[in-house]
């Protein structure tokens, strides 16, 4: 028999074994056969201390009502182990019912109490993987009998595995639940438990403090083999703060369910040593492996579910951690079920003892392969977009809310022949990069107007001359916007730098052409003016010839008479200085200009031009008016610039009219444009321009023997003034008109 069997006498004081037991427990027997008799003292010098009395006592309580002996026991062997035993017996009877005696087997049981002990831990270590996931569990036989709740499901209601049963032993659920929503979880627990569906609800829980908080309950039938449904697994959720989040933005949405913020994790866990002991059902779902699949013949993780290119780092990182007993985050691909891989990230934290001891790991995995997907998208983007700035044909800069440049284009390196952090060292890289590179005659113009635009946020635009890497200062046009976030705040500058130096030399060039156009013009209009000119003169110098003969035949009367002698002396001065302000218009008016600029009232600029081409006018029977508004102020001009401007348009007006019947007048108005500028205007009763949009060209005319240049030369002296010059047609006639700042105005 693969046991060791005994019996003993109806009254039980005599008690045999067989001689295996004596071989068993190293004792002798008293002589040879198969079974030999076992006094009370060596029953207890081979059975553990411990279970002695209760050995002795269930015997009496076997003798005494005569049922069969059974109980578990420690006997020695004969090398002082102590092994587990099921001690078993019976009672047998002879014909008449009598008691004959006492027959059993001891039986070694030391494995299956090993086996059971292991068990028993292994339930423990569930237990407290179980009582360490941050959610209240709970399950319920199939008809919805309570049978389980965890200890963070008691921490967090306050109820009781018996506080939610009643008595019927069925699920008391308005305990923990707001009034409110009870009938309806009730009803809808009872309708999944009917089709079998998951149950999944949100309501209000109560906690220990007698609060209710927004909780999402979901919970799942677990099946035999057959499919039926033996128990119902649930856990529940504190989802408050989503929840309230939630109600703040969607105060619409407030009774249809909420959707948890966190997607639900993969949970696993190992021993202090790293042995996988646990990955629940979520992990298996998603990446289609087991416990078993992750743990290898050695009993420690495979690391099956990690991307190969990934999988010895990993390997590295968790080992590290488990040696070390410090927590650790790690993002790698993770297997999905489909054989694909999904970037996850995964966080790895020690469960300790009362001593600090590392008593179990626990891991979450989180999803995270849309993030990364976008981050690397944005990533991409970002080089896109530097490559883009990198390669445009302008320098680039960027700079903080209060202006130090944090980023250069290659373009502004390499004009400027350095990198931005050779000026780490610098109080201020804004003040530094100007003070190398800014045209000292432009430094503190840009100074000020960078602070004005720092301070106020205004966009910064202007023009100065910068220092290349060579030495040589060249032309550019400097640009700043600020970048704004959603509640107007500025967080960046960003600067673009365009060299201008061609453009700006052009620009020179083309205005000292312009100049010698104009004098040329001004010498050209000589010859028309000269019988003008002659006109203006003689006149005052036969009035001085006939006034001079007039004095002397005074002077030889006899006698003299010397008092009308000495009033044609007085108008021979009148007339000789009224020559002289026609030569001294004329010399003014064809000297070279050295752009001088002076404030002048404008109502005699126009009456000094109106007074040199007045004989013209006449001769050609037109009519000047001139209307000034009241109040227009002084204006900064080049005056002799200005009356050439004004001589042009008139004398234009009085040429259009020429062929004209009727009264022919030219009207010069003045008058303000709010209170920065002054508009003149000079209009005609001719035929109107026919070609408008060419009029200002460079040798367009409409005239026979026109050159072309006297309006384009015109359009050059109002905008080196500040100002503009247009043309508009009327319904009789057209209108010449340019304006002209109040304040001066230069270009930088």
């Known amino acids: 028999m693969p046991a060791y069997t005994w019996s003993a006498s109806p009254d039980g004081h005599e008690t045999y074994v067989s001689a295996g037991t004596f071989t068993y427990a190293g004792l002798q027997p008293a002589g040879g056969g198969l079974f030999h008799l076992l006094d009370n003292a060596a029953w207890r010098r081979i059975i553990h201390p411990d279970d002695y009395k209760s050995l002795m006592d269930k015997r009496r309580e076997s003798l005494a009502l005569g049922i069969p002996f059974d109980t578990e026991l420690r006997i020695r062997r004969h090398d002082g182990v102590y092994r587990w035993f099921r001690l078993f017996g019976s009672l047998s009877r002879d014909e008449r019912g009598k008691l004959a005696g006492w027959y059993g087997t001891m039986i070694d049981i030391e494995e299956r109490k090993i086996a059971e002990e292991a068990l028993q831990r292994n339930e423990q270590q569930l237990q407290q993987l179980i009582d360490a996931v941050p959610a209240a569990i709970w399950s319920t036989a199939s008809d919805g009998t309570p049978t389980y709740v965890n200890k963070r499901f008691m921490q967090m209601t306050g109820a009781t595995l018996q506080d939610i049963t009643a008595l019927d032993g069925s699920l008391r659920l308005d305990i923990v639940l707001h009034p409110d929503d009870a009938n309806g979880a009730i009803a809808a627990f009872k309708r999944a438990r009917e089709i079998g569906e998951p149950y999944v609800r949100r309501y209000l829980q109560i906690r220990a403090n007698g609060t209710y908080h927004w909780t999402e309950t979901r919970a799942e039938p677990l099946r035999d083999q057959s499919g039926v449904i033996i128990n119902w697994y649930g856990q529940s959720i504190d989802i408050h703060d989503q929840v309230i989040a939630r109600q703040a933005l969607e105060q619409r949405e407030r ?75 790690m993002r790698y691909p993770q297997l999905r079920n489909d054989g694909s891989y999904r970037w996850s990230e995964v966080r790895v934290e020690p469960s300790r003892g009362e001593n600090n001891e590392v008593l179990q790991w626990y891991a979450v995995c989180v999803d995270i392969h849309d993030q990364v997907q976008v981050h690397e998208a944005l990533l991409q983007s970002e080089r896109s977009l530097r490559q883009l700035v990198e390669t445009l044909p302008a320098m680039i800069d960027c700079a903080t809310p209060d202006g130090e440049p944090i980023y250069r284009s290659k373009q502004l390196r390499e004009f400027l022949g350095y990198d931005l952090e050779a000026l780490d060292g610098e109080p201020s890289r804004l003040d530094a990069t100007l003070d190398a590179g800014v045209h000292p005659a432009d430094l503190q113009g840009v100074k000020d107007r960078y602070a004005h635009s720092l301070a106020t946020g205004e966009p910064y635009a202007r023009r100065h001359r910068l220092r290349r890497f060579d030495g040589e200062y060249r032309w550019v046009e400097t640009r700043a916007g600020p970048m704004r976030d959603a509640a107007g705040a500025i967080v960046q500058w960003n600067v673009i730098c365009l060299d201008i130096d061609g453009e700006m030399r052009a620009q020179e060039e083309l205005r000292q052409a312009q100049e010698k156009l104009a004098r040329a013009s001004q010498a050209a209009s000589l010859a028309e003016l000269s019988a003008s000119i002659a006109h203006e003169v003689n006149q005052p110098l036969a009035a001085i010839v006939a006034n001079s003969h007039a004095c002397q035949r005074w002077l030889t009367a006899s006698p003299p008479n010397i008092e009308r002698a000495h009033r044609t002396v007085e108008r021979v001065i009148r007339d000789a200085n009224g020559a002289a302000d026609v030569v001294s218009r004329i010399r003014a008016l064809f000297r070279q200009s050295g752009e001088k600029r002076n404030m002048s009232e404008l109502r005699h600029v126009i009456a000094e031009v109106c007074d040199l081409i007045a004989e013209e006018a006449a001769r050609r029977h037109t009519r000047i008016a001139i209307d000034v508004e009241a109040g227009v102020p002084p204006v900064a001009i080049d005056r002799v610039q200005i009356q050439q401007v004004l001589t042009n348009l008139i004398r234009n007006g009085i040429d259009a009219m020429d062929t004209a019947t009727g009264d022919k007048v030219v009207h010069v108005h003045v008058s303000c444009q709010g209170d920065d500028a002054v508009e003149v205007s000079v209009s005609d009763l001719g035929p109107g321009v026919e070609f408008p949009e060419k009029v200002f060209n460079p040798f367009f005319s409409t005239k026979e023997q026109g050159m072309g240049m006297g309006l384009s030369i015109c359009r050059s002296i109002i905008d080196a003034h500040g100002g503009n010059l247009w043309v508009e047609n009327k319904s009789q006639g057209a209108t010449f008109a340019f304006s002209l700042p109040v304040r001066s105005r230069t270009f930088a």
């Open 255 to 329: 009774q249809l369910k909420l959707l948890v913020d966190a997607v639900p994790a993969m949970i696993w866990s190992t021993t202090p040593e790293g042995q996988p002991a646990f990955v629940n059902k979520r992990f298996m779902d998603v990446t289609g492996t087991t416990l078993e699949d992750a743990t290898g013949p050695d009993g420690m993780p495979t690391f099956c579910t990690i991307h190969p290119d990934y999988r010895a780092d990993a390997r590295s990182g968790f080992m590290d951690a488990f040696a070390t007993g410090v927590p650790c985050m």
